[in-house]
C-alpha cells in the first residue's frame, strides 16, 4: 500500500517540510509538499533525507564492549546494567561526576527528558553542541536583548532594505533560505557580506568585507563609529528602548574606520559605505553564524552586532531583526529545552529553580549552573567526570582538537552513546543505544524562527531501534524516576507546563496546525509570536543593553613555524559530521572528498598544484587532503570543510564567557605530501 | 512552457541535478561552478531545435508543451543530435546505450506536476513558464527599481537644495 506522510527535514535549523511516501510501510521517496517555510523548495540534503533511513550500518541491536568487542545484549539488560552503574557513580563519587550531552538532531521531548534525569539525579552537566555553535549568541543576547533567538521571521526578510550577512553562508548551510534572500534583493535591498571568504552568498553582495580571521569587532565598531560621527543612528529608538549608548560613544571612538583597516584589513572607505548603507536603509536585518560565533570574542562579537542592530533601531520591526541563523533541525529546541548547564526549560535559571521542582514534584534542583562539553570533556580528561552520557553526538568529530576528546573519553568508567549509526565517538563507549531516526518517531522540532513543528512517524525502526524518548523513559524508571509517561505527547504536555514560551503549544494543536506556531505562544487561543521585542524587551526593566566590546586579537596568530591561518567551514552538500549525508551515494557522489583551499599566490610559493595532496599541520594535530586553489580565499589564509575529521588541526582555547572554542582561527603551516 | 534559466540566481547546490538523478537514474542537468558564479544547464528545449533536423530516423519529436523527446524506440545512437546541440545536451545512456537528454520531466507533466528541477530549485534559478510572462515579471521589477532610484533623488534634492 502507498502512503504519503508529512516529513520535517533532518537536517539544517531552516524547517523543511516534504512528504515521504511510503510502500508498505518501507520509505521510497520524497514528494513536494507545497507549502511550509520552504514553500515546497529543497536542497540536496533534503532530497535525499530517506537515503541513510535503511543504510546497512545503522544500529539495531543495544551492544555491550566486552573483551570480545561489542556483543549484542538485550534492552533489558542494557538500561539495567547502565542504570545500575549510573546509580552507583553518583553515590561514590557524587551528582557531579555524571555528564550528559543531548542533542540538537533529538526532538524538543527528548532534550527535555534527557535535562530531566541529569536533574533529578542532582547535577546540572547537561549541555549539547549549541555550546560548539551558538552559545555565545545565547550568552550574547541573552545580556542585550534578554532572548536567545531569532527575533523576527524569515518573511521579514524579504521586507528588509538592507541585509548584513555576518559569518554565514546560507549559499551553503540554508540553501533554501536563500529563496527569501534573493527575494529581498529583487526588492530592491542591498545585501553586505562579511565573510575572509568569497563564499557563494557573497556573490550576490552588493559589498563584500573580507575581514582578516577573527577582526569582527574592530570591523563592527567601526562602523558604529561611523554612524555615530555622522549621526545616522536611530535617536528615537536608542533613547526610549535603550540603555547603556553613551557608554558605547566612548569605546567606539578610538575605532576609525582607518584604525579598523590596519586590524581588518578592509579599506576605510569601504567600512564607511557599508557604515552608511546599513544605517539609512530605514530597515535592516543583521544573519550571523559560525563565522562570527565560534571564536574567543565570540559573546563580545555578538553584543558587538546586537548593539550595531540597536542603534540603528533595526530590532522589534517589520523587515528588521537580529537573525542568529540555527544551523541544526532542533539546535533551538533543544536550548529552549535546557539542555544547557545553567538553565532549565524556557531559560528559567537553575539558580532559581522553585518554580520547575514544583511542577517536577520535588523539593528542590541543583542550583549550581554545572559544566559545558568543553568542560566535561577536560574533567573526564582529569578524571573527574566518570559517567558520560551521549545522545544523538560526535564529539570526536565535531569538537576541537580531537586526540583530546579521545583521550577523555577513555578515561571514563561509563561511557553510553545512543545513536542511530556506529559514530566515531560510540567507538569508544561502554554501551551503544540503537536509536530511531526522525522517521521513525514523532516529536517536536523548532527551526531557527522558533517555529515548532511536529514531526511525524512514517516508518518502523530497524529491527530493535527505538525512538531516544522511549530509551530515556525506560532509562529514567530504571534509575527510579517517575517517569510514566504513557505518550511522547505526555511529554509535550509536560514542557508546555514547564517552559512558558511553550505554554500554548499542544501536541494536538502542533497536528492540526503543521505548519507550526511561533513561540512565545503563552495560551492555547495564541496564534504565536512572529516578532519579538515589539514593545519591550525580554530584560528585566524591558530597555534594552547595549554592550560596548573592545577588540582582542584571536588566540593564535600565525609565526615561524605557523605562517598561515587556517579557518573551517562546511559545503552544501555533507552535514557535519557526515554521519547521515555521508551515507547518500546521490551526496558523496558530488561532494565526497576532503579538501583545502589555498590561495593561488600561496600556492605557487609553496609549489603546489591544484589537486595535489598536501599536509596541514597544527600544534594540535595533522590533517591530509587535497588541495583547491582559488582565489575565493585571501592570501595567507587556509580554509578547510570540517566534515571530514578537520577538527584535528583546531583549537580548543575557549571564549571565557560562553565556553564555545575558537573553531574558526587556527595557525597552520602547509606541507606538500611527497 | 520554458524552462528557463535566471541566470545570476544560482548557488550551485545541485539540488536539480539530485533530484533529476532521483527521478530519472541519470542526471540531466548540470551545474557548473565558477569563482564568481554558477550556471545549470539542462536541454534548452529549442524552437528550431538542430536535434530534431540531424535525427536521420525522426527518433526526435516535439510534445505539446513543446519538450523535444527522444524516442528510444527510433533511436540508433548515431549521436548526430550530440553533434549538433548547441550546448552539448544528448549523452549516451549507460544502460541503453542510446543518446537520453531531459525530457522536461515528462511523466511528472503528464500528472500536471512542474519539472522537479524546477519544483525544487530554491532559488528560483530555474522556473518553468512562458518567456513572455517570466519577462514580464522581471521587467516589472526593474521598473519598480527605477521608480525607487528617483524617489530616492527627489528626497536629497528636497533635503540638500
Ligand atoms: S537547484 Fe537551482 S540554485 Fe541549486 S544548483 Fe540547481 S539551478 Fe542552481
Ligand atoms: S538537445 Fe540540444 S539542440 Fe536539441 S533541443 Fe535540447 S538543447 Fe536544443
Ligand atoms: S526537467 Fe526533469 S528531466 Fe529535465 S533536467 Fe529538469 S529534472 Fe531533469
Given at each position: 500500500m502507498e502512503k504519503l506522510i508529512l516529513g520535517l527535514c533532518p537536517y539544517c535549523g531552516m524547517g523543511c517540510r516534504f512528504y515521504i511516501k511510503t510502500l508498505n510501510g518501507e520509505p521510497v521517496e520524497i514528494e513536494i509538499y507545497e507549502g511550509g517555510v520552504n514553500e515546497g523548495k529543497l536542497c540536496p540534503k533534503g532530497l535525499t533525507a530517506l537515503d541513510f533511513l535503511r543504510h546497512n550500518d545503522r544500529l539495531t541491536k543495544p551492544l555491550k564492549r566486552t573483551e570480545n568487542g561489542f556483543e549484542e545484549i538485550s534492552w533489558e539488560q542494557a538500561i539495567k546494567e547502565i542504570a545500575e552503574k549510573i546509580l552507583e557513580i553518583r553515590d561514590k563519587y557524587g551528582p557531579d561526576a555524571l555528564g550528559f550531552f543531548s542533542s540538537a538532531r533529538c526532538s524538543n521531548e527528548e532534550n527535555y527528558l534527557l535535562q530531566k534525569i541529569a536533574r533529578l539525579l542532582g547535577t546540572n552537566n547537561v549541555d549539547h553542541c549549541a555550546r560548539l555553535c551558538h552559545a555565545s549568541t545565547v550568552a550574547g543576547l541573552a545580556q542585550t536583548v534578554g532572548a536567545a533567538a531569532q527575533s523576527g521571521s524569515y518573511d521579514d526578510i524579504p521586507k528588509a532594505k538592507v541585509l548584513l550577512i555576518w559569518g554565514y553562508n546560507p549559499a551553503e548551510t540554508h540553501p533554501v533560505l536563500m529563496r527569501y534572500i534573493l527575494r529581498a534583493k529583487d526588492n530592491g535591498a542591498k545585501i553586505i557580506v562579511v565573510d575572509p571568504r568569497k563564499t557563494k552568498t557573497a556573490w550576490f553582495a552588493d559589498i563584500h568585507?573580507?575581514?582578516?580571521?577573527?577582526?569582527d569587532i574592530a570591523l563592527a565598531n567601526a562602523m558604529m563609529h561611523v554612524i555615530i560621527k555622522e549621526r545616522l543612528y536611530d535617536k528615537k529608538f536608542v533613547f526610549s528602548r535603550t540603555k547603556g549608548f553613551e557608554k558605547l560613544i566612548k569605546v567606539v571612538e578610538e575605532y576609525t574606520p582607518e584604525y579598523a583597516e590596519k586590524i581588518t584589513g578592509i579599506p576605510a572607505h569601504l567600512i564607511r559605505e557599508?557604515?552608511?548603507?546599513?544605517?539609512?536603509?530605514?530597515?535592516?536585518?543583521?544573519?550571523?553564524?559560525?563565522?562570527?560565533?565560534?571564536?574567543?570574542?565570540?559573546?563580545?562579537?555578538?553584543?558587538?552586532?546586537?548593539?550595531?542592530?540597536?542603534?540603528?533601531?533595526?530590532?522589534?520591526?517589520?523587515?528588521?531583526?537580529?537573525?542568529?541563523?540555527?544551523?541544526?533541525?532542533?539546535?533551538?529546541?533543544?536550548?529552549?529545552m535546557g539542555a544547557l548547564p545553567n538553565v532549565l526549560p524556557g531559560y528559567q535559571k537553575v539558580t532559581d529553580g522553585k518554580r520547575v521542582a514544583e511542577i517536577w514534584g520535588v523539593e528542590e534542583l541543583p542550583s549550581e549552573p554545572g559544566l559545558t562539553i568543553p568542560e566535561i570533556i577536560n574533567k573526564a580528561h582529569e578524571g573527574e567526570i566518570k559517567a558520560l552520557y551521549i545522545m544523538g553526538e560526535n564529539p570526536v568529530v565535531s569538537d576541537p582538537n580531537t586526540k583530546h576528546v579521545i583521550e577523555a573519553l577513555k578515561e571514563l568508567e561509563l561511557l553510553v552513546v545512543q545513536d542511530i549509526f556506529l559514530t566515531e565517538t560510540a567507538k569508544y563507549a561502554h554501551y551503544i543505544l540503537p536509536a530511531a531516526a526522525y522517521a521513525e518517531k514523532e516529536g517536536s522540532f523548532t527551526a531557527s524562527e522558533r517555529r515548532v513543528q511536529w514531526n511525524f512517524k512514517a516508518i518502523e525502526p530497524p529491527e530493535e531501534a527505538k525512538p531516544d524518548w522511549e530509551i530515556l523513559r525506560m532509562l529514567g524508571?530504571?534509575?527510579?524516576?517517575?517517569?510514566?509517561?504513557?505518550?511522547?505527547?505526555?511529554?509535550?504536555?509536560?514542557?508546555?507546563?514547564?517552559?512558558?514560551?511553550?505554554?500554548?503549544?499542544?501536541?494536538?494543536?502542533?497536528?492540526?496546525?503543521?505548519?507550526?506556531?511561533?513561540?512565545?505562544?503563552?495560551?492555547?487561543?495564541?496564534?504565536?509570536?512572529?516578532?519579538?521585542?515589539?514593545?519591550?524587551?525580554?530584560?528585566?526593566?524591558?530597555?534594552?543593553?547595549?554592550?560596548?566590546?573592545?577588540?582582542?586579537?584571536?588566540?593564535e596568530l600565525p609565526d615561524e613555524e605557523y605562517p598561515f591561518m587556517l579557518t573551517t567551514f562546511r559545503v552544501v552538500g555533507q552535514y557535519h559530521t557526515a554521519t547521515m549525508s555521508g551515507r547518500s551515494k546521490a551526496l558523496t557522489k558530488r561532494w565526497g572528498e576532503a579538501y583545502a583551499e589555498i590561495n593561488p599566490k600561496d600556492a605557487q610559493k609553496l609549489g603546489i598544484e591544484s589537486g595535489e595532496k598536501i599536509r596541514i599541520v597544527t600544534r594540535r594535530g595533522s590533517y591530509e587532503c587535497k588541495a583547491k586553489i582559488t582565489k575565493r580565499i585571501g592570501e595567507g589564509v587556509i580554509g578547510v570543510p570540517w566534515h571530514w575529521g578537520a577538527n584535528v588541526l583546531t583549537n580548543d582555547v575557549?571564549?571565557?564567557?560562553?565556553?564555545?572554542?575558537?573553531?574558526?582561527?587556527?595557525?597552520?603551516?602547509?606541507?606538500?605530501?611527497? | 512552457m520554458k524552462l528557463f534559466i535566471n541566470l545570476g540566481r544560482c548557488i550551485a547546490c545541485k539540488a536539480c541535478e539530485v533530484a533529476c538523478e532521483k527521478e530519472h537514474g541519470i542526471s540531466f542537468i548540470s551545474v557548473y561552478e565558477f569563482e564568481d558564479m554558477a550556471v545549470p544547464l539542462n536541454c534548452r528545449h529549442c524552437e528550431k531545435a538542430p536535434c530534431i533536423e540531424v535525427c536521420p530516423t525522426n527518433a526526435i519529436k516535439r510534445d505539446g508543451d513543446g519538450a523535444v523527446i527522444i524516442n528510444e524506440e527510433k533511436c540508433i545512437g548515431c549521436y548526430m543530435c550530440s553533434a549538433v546541440c548547441p550546448y552539448a545536451i544528448p549523452i549516451v545512456d549507460p544502460i541503453k546505450e542510446l543518446a537520453v537528454k531531459c525530457n522536461l520531466c515528462a511523466d511528472r507533466r503528464k500528472e500536471g506536476n512542474l519539472p522537479l528541477c524546477a519544483s525544487v530549485c530554491p532559488t528560483d534559478a530555474l522556473v518553468f513558464g512562458e518567456i513572455n510572462e517570466i519577462m514580464e515579471e522581471k521587467r516589472k521589477r526593474k521598473?519598480?527599481?527605477?521608480?525607487?532610484?528617483?524617489?530616492?533623488?527627489?528626497?536629497?534634492?528636497?533635503?540638500?537644495?
Open positions: 568585507l573580507p575581514l582578516r580571521l577573527g577582526t557599508a557604515a552608511v548603507t546599513f544605517a539609512t536603509a530605514g530597515r535592516g536585518i543583521i544573519m550571523w553564524a559560525m563565522g562570527l560565533t565560534q571564536h574567543i570574542t565570540g559573546t563580545g562579537n555578538v553584543k558587538a552586532l546586537a548593539d550595531l542592530g540597536l542603534i540603528c533601531g533595526y530590532v522589534g520591526k517589520e523587515g528588521t531583526g537580529l537573525f542568529p541563523m540555527r544551523g541544526q533541525n532542533n539546535v533551538q529546541g533543544a536550548c529552549d524508571k530504571a534509575l527510579g524516576l517517575k517517569f510514566d509517561y504513557e505518550s511522547v505527547e505526555d511529554v509535550t504536555r509536560e514542557i508546555a507546563l514547564v517552559a512558558p514560551q511553550y505554554r500554548g503549544i499542544t501536541p494536538e494543536r502542533l497536528k492540526r496546525d503543521v505548519e507550526g506556531i511561533q513561540w512565545p505562544c503563552p495560551s492555547e487561543d495564541h496564534p504565536g509570536t512572529k516578532r519579538l521585542h515589539v514593545e519591550s524587551f525580554a530584560t528585566p526593566d524591558g530597555k534594552a543593553n547595549i554592550i560596548p566590546v573592545e577588540f582582542k586579537p584571536p588566540a575557549l571564549d571565557p564567557e560562553a565556553k564555545i572554542p575558537e573553531f574558526k582561527v587556527s595557525a597552520c603551516r602547509v606541507e606538500k605530501v611527497m | 521598473a519598480e527599481r527605477i521608480v525607487e532610484a528617483q524617489r530616492k533623488a527627489i528626497e536629497k534634492i528636497a533635503l540638500f537644495g
